[in-house]
């Protein structure tokens, strides 16, 4: 009872392609890769295009003061 044999699996399989269908189950695969890919590209560069270009923008002016505003309380 511990392990599935390959009839299992393969019961499994005809079950969730006759509720999902072919077409929502290819769409969700390449969803998926799309987003993996994203996220390995995001994790290569280091940060977003926002940061980057705030970080170029303050190298170019050297009277640039980085500080962090706090509110009143």
Known sequence: MGSFSI???????????????????????????AAVKGFKDGMKDGGTADTQQVGNAARQDANTVDVDAKTKS
């Open 7 to 33: 009839w299992h699996w393969l019961i499994v399989l005809v079950i969730v392609v006759m509720v999902f269908g072919t077409k929502k189950l290819k769409n969700v695969g390449s969803d998926l890769g």
